[in-house]
């Protein structure tokens, strides 16, 4: 049986990566123009506006700033591509306090040539690199847990209980947790965990797409809310009773609807979530 749909758009955010074919301008015109609330900045979506001038536009539409993405892929055996990824997080930084952007989300990176345990101290340490230059532009850092099969190039933390840990070591208010279902619908200790990083104020970002079934893809084929596997309703209410109160951030990433008509795409997407969020 079909939940009955709601039509609160008041949390509703889009990444703009979701609708990639989308320029900047016309994602925030189409989004404010159908009600979405918030919006989330793919660094690769500027074109040709400077951040302060996406900043500008964001506002003007009345949609709110919810976060960029992304900063991270800080581990490396190469010191010099180390050095190379906290210099770009600090870029982003500065880019998400021209933009008037809160947060910035950390895909925080591995590198299959060494151990997760050294990819992940690298973490830790591109995060302390970078935490002063969060403080000075006022920007939160939240770091995202990755599902496993990202663990070779993508992330070496990959579960709640990895990020929450990272996060408890900075102890800082602005570190703390995204939580993406598609990345960990399937553990075990999920509920334990968010409940965690909520009592802890660390929980920084919810995420909602789907796991389709199945999938053609593991990068490009994510589903609508409801088109997959992951029972959204339940872990939004995990995140809500963690005392959660921000946006719900619609980010998929799928090669079948960049090629259909982002129109429709966002009518669907708009229905999906008034039944599952």
Request: hydrophobic share 40%; net charge negative.
């Amino acid at each position: 049986m079909q939940p009955e749909p709601i039509n609160d758009l008041s949390k509703l955010c889009i990444h703009t990566i979701t609708t990639k074919p989308l320029s900047i301008e016309d994602a925030i015109n189409k989004y404010a123009s159908l009600g979405v609330s918030g919006i989330t900045v793919w660094r690769d979506a500027y074109g040709p506006y400077t951040p302060s001038r996406i900043g500008r536009l964001i506002i003007d539409s009345g949609l709110t700033p919810v976060a960029l993405c992304r900063g991270g892929f800080f581990p490396s055996a190469n010191e010099k591509k180390r050095e190379a990824a906290i210099a770009d997080n600090i870029k982003a930084i500065e880019e998400a306090g021209d933009m008037g952007m809160p947060m910035i989300v950390l895909v925080c990176g591995a590198d299959p040539t060494q151990p997760l345990a050294l990819s992940r101290e690298q973490i830790k340490h591109g995060i302390e690199a970078v935490l002063p230059h969060a403080e000075k532009h006022n920007v939160r850092l939240a770091i995202e847990p990755l599902h496993p099969v990202y663990a070779d190039t993508r992330s070496a933390i990959n579960t709640m209980k990895q990020a929450n840990d990272m996060a408890d070591h900075f102890n800082s208010p602005l570190v703390g947790v995204a939580v993406d279902v598609y990345h960990i619908w399937w553990d075990e200790d999920l509920q334990d965990e968010i409940h965690r990083c909520g009592n802890a104020n660390r929980l920084f970002a919810f995420h909602v797409c789907d796991w389709k079934v199945p999938t053609s893809d593991i990068l490009l084929d994510r589903g609508l809310m409801g088109e997959g596997c992951i029972n959204i309703p339940l872990i939004r209410e995990w995140v809500n009773s963690a005392g959660f109160s921000g946006f719900n951030e619609v980010e998929i990433f799928s090669e079948i609807y960049w090629k259909s008509s982002q129109d429709e795409f966002l009518e669907k997407i708009i229905n999906a979530y008034r039944l599952y969020v």
